[in-house]
């Protein structure tokens, strides 16, 4: 087929995808096909527009490092990110709700005892973090693996200031008891703009958007026989609340900080966990 033009282009490109053997292959590139040509259609851009979108991504790959991922930073700026979450974690029952996993999420975290300060060189208001793992039965869940990590009181996680694991602050991993309950201590996390000097803030601005997530505390929860979540707790009352750059705010991870009874000074956050039941692949 020959002559192309914008009524049977679309076409003759599925066409062309006939050959694929690969089931899901075939069924995604069909589908980036149909919605990326209707795309063009609906909005019919100029040539030069064109051109600066291939830049825009061209800039995108280009911001790529070890310690940043400027793609992924778009997906979340979309909406893409949570999209994809929600699409993934449809657990049925009271299990918690989950969330973007971010860009700062260190695998090498210290796993310290119950009750450990893991807030080392960072200052800021001291923060005390209690919470349980259980089933969606109720019953706990003992010996639960919880990594949690946050910003300083600037904003600022640790591997934006420093590198290396020694320099590793704020974050860490540690076990519920036999009651599937959890605590540890730290500093109040404080709301931060997203990395916004590549081409993701760029966008921001050219839309008309800011670049802050709120004010939350980070949690990654796993046990054998449990799915394991991925998920934030927010600092009720943050500004940002209602227009996390992120779209990752959910009603139910909202928490309120108390104030712990003998440290009037130490606030006091308390959260909950369920984790869902392993489901079969």
């Known amino acids: 087929m020959r002559?192309?033009?914008?009524d049977n282009i679309t076409q003759a490109v599925l066409d062309r995808l006939g050959a694929c053997t690969n089931e899901r292959t075939r069924a995604i590139s069909e589908a980036l096909v149909r919605h990326l040509h209707a795309f063009v259609m609906e909005i019919e851009p100029t040539e030069a527009e064109w051109a600066q979108a291939i830049a825009f991504l061209t800039d995108t790959g280009q911001m790529c490092s070890d310690t940043r991922q400027e793609f992924i930073l778009l997906s979340?700026?979309?909406?893409v990110s949570m999209l994809v979450d929600a699409i993934n974690h449809r657990f049925a029952g009271r299990a918690t709700e989950t969330t973007v996993l971010g860009p700062f999420y260190v695998e090498e975290a210290r796993e310290v005892p119950l009750g450990a300060d893991i807030s080392h060189v960072a200052d800021g208001p001291p923060?005390?973090?209690r919470g349980t793992v259980r089933d969606p039965r109720g019953e706990p869940v003992a010996g639960a693996l919880v990594e949690t990590w946050h910003a300083d009181d600037e904003g600022f996680y640790?591997?934006?200031?420093?590198?290396?694991?020694?320099?590793?602050?704020?974050?860490?991993?540690?076990r519920t008891n036999e009651?599937?309950?959890?605590?540890f201590r730290s500093i109040?996390?404080?709301?931060?703009p997203i990395p916004n000097d590549g081409p993701v803030g760029k966008m921001l601005d050219a839309q008309g958007r800011h670049p802050y997530r709120p004010a939350h505390v980070h949690f990654k929860l796993s046990a054998p026989g449990f799915e394991t979540i991925v998920t934030h707790v927010f600092l009720d009352?943050?500004?940002y609340l209602d227009s996390d750059v992120v779209f990752g705010v959910k009603d139910a991870l909202i928490q309120r900080l108390g104030s712990v009874e003998d440290e009037p000074d130490t606030a006091l956050l308390v959260y909950d966990f369920v984790l869902p039941d392993h489901r079969p692949s």
């Not at 640790?158 to 540690?174: E, F, Y």
Request: hydrophobic share 40%.
């Open 188 to 192: 109040v996390p404080a709301a931060y």
């Open 158 to 174: 640790d591997v934006q200031r420093s590198t290396g694991r020694a320099a590793l602050d704020m974050r860490a991993r540690v």
């Open 3 to 6: 002559n192309f033009n914008e």
């Open 76 to 79: 979340d700026t979309l909406g």
């Open 127 to 129: 923060l005390l973090v």
């Open 237 to 239: 009352g943050d500004q």
């Open 179 to 183: 009651n599937g309950c959890f605590w």
